[in-house]
């Protein structure tokens, strides 16, 4: 390679490249502050049979703030879970009116 070409190789286009990685980067670097941060509840936002899973907990109160927030967060956003939700409230507020009748 001739010199000059190498001069304008690092004075140019390498600042550009590297520029380019780290905005390519910075994206899973959040991701990767973030999944720390959660740590394994960030499960909970993904994946819906673990959040059918601790429904029953969410809605007696008994999840840590962390994952309840979660738990919603995936409620706001899953097409199925926020109707299984709906299913258990309804068991739960029947399974309630039954036992103030008896």
Do not use: F
Request: aromatic share 2%; with cysteine.
């Amino acid at each position: 390679m001739k010199p000059e070409r190498a001069g304008w190789l690092y004075r140019e286009a390498l600042p550009l490249v590297r520029a380019a990685a780290l905005r390519a980067l910075a994206v899973p670097r959040r991701l990767s502050a973030i999944d720390r941060w959660l740590g394994p509840s960030v499960d909970l936002l993904l994946d819906c049979r673990t959040v059918r899973r601790n429904l029953s907990d969410a809605l007696d109160d008994k999840l840590p703030p962390r994952q309840a927030a979660l738990v919603r967060a995936h409620l706001a956003t899953c097409a199925v879970c926020p109707r299984v939700d709906a299913e258990l409230r309804e068991t739960v507020d029947l399974l309630a009116s039954l036992r103030e009748e008896g």
